[in-house]
Structure formats: structure tokens, C-alpha cells
């Protein structure tokens, strides 16, 4: 069953409207115009616009934990409250936990962030990009979409159960077309491919599969938050500095391959035994707002099931969400700045919170 939102939006406003109707507000209107004002640029903010989905990947929590998983969408009342900050934000990313496409309202969404001024992606699994959404899409001014691969050929269709690979790379190839047919640069095509373990000996077919789909972007990640100790193997991590080196030089030859063929790879590969004092979410200049209008500063921290557990350093552990306030009930900035907020971002170095001081996207990593 989707679930709407519980209130109505808080659209913000000048401060200084003083007709009688406001006046009792006045108080609370001030203090979200200056929540706004003293509030950082984000670097980005990554809204999950739903959390159904398609598919039913074998890694992925909403297929772990079907049984407790919320399925919902973001209203647009509550998409409608983040616009303010929308406006002095770079990028926002249109993807939770689920699959974007299926919200009925998205390119509405879209075109909303776009006219508040900032740059705005999404990650999809593909299996709804029809030529009727892909022409939609070029003509609604996004500026990135990523697709998902897990695996070549039938490995992906396996791993990522409900998708096709052979569909995935027609529709990267439709979006391609689609583009040079009007002529225009965006949006940016890139590929997030998750490298599993078991994956690693068809690493050297990767880029010769993608070239000819005109895709421009390559994202290497690993597996970072594991449902089940089923899946401890499939996780990425060097044990030691051999493989490390070992996984470096696999990556950096396939940079070079992508590079001759006109693709920007990337990837993060993590240092053994090193542990920085950021992450690669970057919880102190960008968060994430759940489909429910939580904040939290990851996707990692808003899980939306229940009662579930995951496995940290090969441990079944209890997942505990970490959510600061709703966009329902207050702004954005004042969430941003409330007390427990503040404390999280500025004891992340010293002192994480529990669910950060083992994740893995905390340790020091070598990124290309
Ligand atoms: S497509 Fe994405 S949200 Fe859907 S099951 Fe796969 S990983 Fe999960
Ligand atoms: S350390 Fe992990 S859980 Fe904490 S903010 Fe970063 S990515 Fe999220």
C-alpha cells in the first residue's frame, strides 16, 4: 500500500508580511526566513521519490526484508517544502530506495527542482525507459541519469532479478540516440555498476560491453550494506595490502581502456585498515530525505523496514534508523540546525554515532 504524507507543506515566505491573517505567525515565520538564510549551500541532496520498485535484486534490502518493507512515495506537498533550499543546493538526486520511475508525479518533481535553480539526477534500474520516457526525459532539462548493472549478460539478470540486461543497454542506447537527435548534451549517461566478488574474473569485458551504448560515465562501487551473512563473500573489501594493490591496478587498467573509448571511470577502493574521519556521503554538506520526509544524513541511516538486522565485520547486528526530523512537521533548515543535527555532523570525526563507526563508506579509501 503507498502512503501519502501526514501534513500539509510549509511554503516559507517573506517574514515581513504583516497583514492580520499572519500576525499571530509572525514569530514562526521569522524564525524559518532566518533558518533559511543561515543555512549552508548544500553540496547535494538526495530525495527518495519512492521505495517500490520493479525488480527484486538479491542484494538489495527491500528484497531482504519484503516481509517488514514500507512501501510508499514522497508526496509532492513534501517535496514541494525542500524548493527553498533547493535554490542554493548544486545537485539533487532523485533515488532512495526504489525505483524513481514508478512515482506518478516525477517529472513534475523534476521540473520543479529545475525551475527552483538546481542541477537534478537519478539513478534507475532502466526497466521502464521506453521511447516515450526516454524522449520525456531529454525534453524535461535532467542533467544526469544513472543506470544499474550488476554483472554481464545473464550474471546481472540473475543478480538483479525483474531486470534485463539486454534492455538496460537498449535504453542507454535510446537515451544516446535521443540526445544526438535533438541535439542536446544533457542528460549525462553513466553507468553505477556494483562489483560483486563473484563478478571480478568478467571485469575485462566491462567497457567493451558499455561503449557502444554511448554511455559517458562508469561508477565502480562494492556492496556495502549487507543484509545477510549469504552475502558476507560477495562483499569488496581488500583483506590485506596485496589485494588492495592487487583490485588498484584491475581498476586503474580498466580507467585506461574506458579513457580510449571517451568514458570517465571512476570507483572507491578501500585502504585496509585505515579509517578517515569523513565518508563518502559527506553528511556535513549533504543529506538525504526519505520518502516518509525524514532527514538523515545517508541512505544507509533510513532504511525503511522494521525489525530487521544487517551484518557489520561479518556480525549480525540490529539496524537501528538515524533520522534528525521530518519535513512534514518542520522546515528543512530548521531540521538542519536543530540540536541533535548539529551534534551528529560536528562529532562525526571524534565521535560517530553507532551506525557510522563501522560502515564501511567511513574508511579511508583511494578514489580514481
Ligand atoms: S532496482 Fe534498486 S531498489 Fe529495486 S530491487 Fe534492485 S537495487 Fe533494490
Ligand atoms: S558513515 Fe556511513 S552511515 Fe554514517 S553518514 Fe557516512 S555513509 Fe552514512
Known amino acids: 500500500m503507498v502512503k501519502r504524507s501526514r501534513c500539509t507543506g510549509n511554503g516559507i515566505s517573506s517574514p515581513y508580511d504583516t497583514n492580520e491573517a499572519s500576525r499571530p505567525l509572525l514569530g514562526g515565520r521569522f524564525k524559518s526566513w532566518w533558518d533559511l538564510q543561515t543555512m549552508p549551500p548544500l553540496d547535494w541532496m538526495q530525495i527518495e521519490v519512492t521505495t517500490r520498485c520493479n525488480a527484486s535484486c538479491l542484494y538489495c534490502p527491500r528484497t531482504t526484508y519484503r516481509h517488514s518493507w514500507d512501501s510508499r512515495d514522497l508526496s509532492l506537498e513534501n517535496f514541494k517544502t525542500l524548493l527553498p533550499v533547493m535554490a542554493d543546493t548544486k545537485m539533487i538526486h532523485l533515488q532512495g530506495w526504489g525505483e524513481p520511475f514508478l512515482h506518478p508525479h516525477l517529472f513534475e518533481m523534476i521540473a520543479l527542482a529545475k525551475k527552483a535553480g538546481c542541477k537534478v539526477g537519478t539513478t534507475t534500474n532502466g526497466m521502464l525507459l521506453d521511447r516515450d520516457i526516454i524522449g520525456r526525459l531529454v525534453q524535461s532539462g535532467m542533467d544526469h541519469?544513472?543506470?544499474?548493472?550488476?554483472?554481464?549478460?545473464?550474471?546481472?539478470?540473475?543478480?538483479?532479478?525483474?531486470?534485463?540486461?539486454?534492455?538496460?543497454?537498449?535504453?542507454?542506447?535510446?537515451?544516446?540516440?535521443?540526445?544526438?537527435?535533438?541535439?542536446?548534451?544533457?542528460?549525462?549517461?553513466?553507468?553505477?555498476?556494483?562489483?560483486?566478488?563473484?563478478?571480478?574474473?568478467?571485469?575485462?569485458?566491462?567497457?567493451?560491453?558499455?561503449?557502444?551504448?554511448?554511455?559517458?560515465?562508469?561508477?565502480?562501487?562494492?556492496?556495502?550494506?549487507?543484509?545477510?551473512?549469504?552475502?558476507?563473500?560477495?562483499?569488496?573489501?581488500?583483506?590485506?595490502?596485496?589485494?588492495?594493490?592487487?583490485?588498484?591496478?584491475?581498476?586503474?587498467?580498466?580507467?585506461?581502456?574506458?579513457?580510449?573509448?571517451?568514458?570517465?571511470?571512476?570507483?572507491?577502493?578501500?585502504?585496509?585498515?585505515?579509517?578517515?574521519?569523513?565518508?563518502?556521503?559527506?553528511?556535513?554538506?549533504?543529506?538525504?530525505?526519505?520518502?516518509?520526509?525524514?532527514?538523515?544524513?545517508?541512505?544507509?541511516?533510513?532504511?525503511?523496514?522494521?525489525?530487521?538486522?544487517?551484518?557489520?565485520?561479518?556480525?549480525?547486528?540490529?539496524?537501528?534508523?538515524?533520522?534528525?526530523?521530518?519535513?512534514?512537521?518542520?522546515?528543512?533548515?530548521?531540521?538542519?540546525?536543530?540540536?541533535?543535527?548539529?551534534g551528529f555532523r560536528k562529532s562525526f570525526e571524534s565521535r560517530p554515532y553507532p551506525l557510522c563507526r563501522k560502515c564501511p563508506k567511513r574508511c579511508g579509501a583511494s578514489t580514481g
Open 145 to 342: 541519469v544513472a543506470f544499474s548493472l550488476t554483472g554481464i549478460g545473464e550474471k546481472n539478470d540473475l543478480t538483479r532479478q525483474g531486470t534485463n540486461y539486454a534492455r538496460v543497454l537498449q535504453a542507454i542506447s535510446g537515451l544516446a540516440e535521443k540526445k544526438r537527435a535533438l541535439r542536446v548534451e544533457t542528460p549525462t549517461i553513466s553507468v553505477a555498476y556494483l562489483l560483486l566478488r563473484s563478478h571480478l574474473p568478467d571485469m575485462d569485458k566491462l567497457i567493451a560491453e558499455l561503449a557502444p551504448t554511448g554511455v559517458q560515465q562508469v561508477v565502480i562501487s562494492t556492496l556495502d550494506f549487507i543484509t545477510q551473512k549469504d552475502l558476507w563473500n560477495e562483499h569488496l573489501y581488500p583483506e590485506n595490502k596485496p589485494e588492495y594493490r592487487k583490485l588498484k591496478n584491475l581498476y586503474e587498467e580498466l580507467r585506461q581502456e574506458a579513457a580510449q573509448k571517451g568514458i570517465d571511470l571512476h570507483y572507491n577502493l578501500v585502504l585496509p585498515g585505515t579509517e578517515s574521519g569523513s565518508c563518502t556521503e559527506n553528511p556535513r554538506r549533504a543529506l538525504f530525505v526519505s520518502s516518509d520526509g525524514y532527514v538523515s544524513p545517508c541512505v544507509f541511516a533510513n532504511i525503511p523496514a522494521a525489525g530487521v538486522s544487517h551484518v557489520v565485520g561479518k556480525e549480525e547486528s540490529g539496524y537501528t534508523k538515524l533520522t534528525f526530523g521530518c519535513v512534514a512537521e518542520e522546515s528543512l533548515p530548521a531540521i538542519w540546525k536543530n540540536r541533535r543535527y548539529r
